[in-house]
């Protein structure tokens, strides 16, 4: 029922960057933690980012992503985004956001079944 719709993707050369970002029309968005993953092909889906329910004060974050990409979010705007800079050719994926309404913590963070919903994705391509 909550549907998510990311946006914000594309093909950016080495050292570029993008935002993510992922919108829904949900009322309740506030209450949601969010997180972002990404799948490349051939590979497992791997958790990147995660930030908190509300004011989004507890973040987490993959260590291949730490220095380089930032979550945050905007009630307001129903919204999550993902800042990522300084993007390298092994960041190329599909990247997806999801919604929990479980209490967060590192554990749940990481662990895509504590996701109830998903955005369709949007593709990142980052070429050397």
């Known amino acids: 029922q909550v549907h998510l719709v990311e946006s914000g993707g594309g093909l950016v050369q080495a050292g570029g960057s993008l935002r993510l970002s992922c919108a829904t029309s949900?009322?309740?968005?506030?209450?949601?933690?969010m997180g972002w993953f990404r799948q490349a092909p051939g590979k497992e889906r791997e958790f990147v980012a995660g930030?908190?329910?509300?004011?989004?004060?507890?973040?987490y974050y993959a260590d291949s992503v730490k220095g380089r990409f930032t979550i945050s979010r905007d009630n307001a705007k129903n919204t999550v985004y993902l800042q990522m800079n300084s993007l390298k050719p092994e960041d190329t994926a599909v990247y997806h956001c999801?919604?929990?309404?479980?209490?967060?913590?590192?554990?749940?963070?990481?662990?895509?079944?504590?996701?109830?919903?998903w955005g369709r994705g949007t593709q990142v391509t980052v070429s050397s």
């Open positions: 999801a919604a929990a309404r479980i209490y967060y913590s590192s554990g749940v963070a990481y662990d895509s079944r504590n996701y109830a919903y």
């Open positions: 930030i908190s329910r509300n004011s989004g004060s507890i973040i």
């Open positions: 949900d009322r309740t968005f506030s209450t949601y933690a």
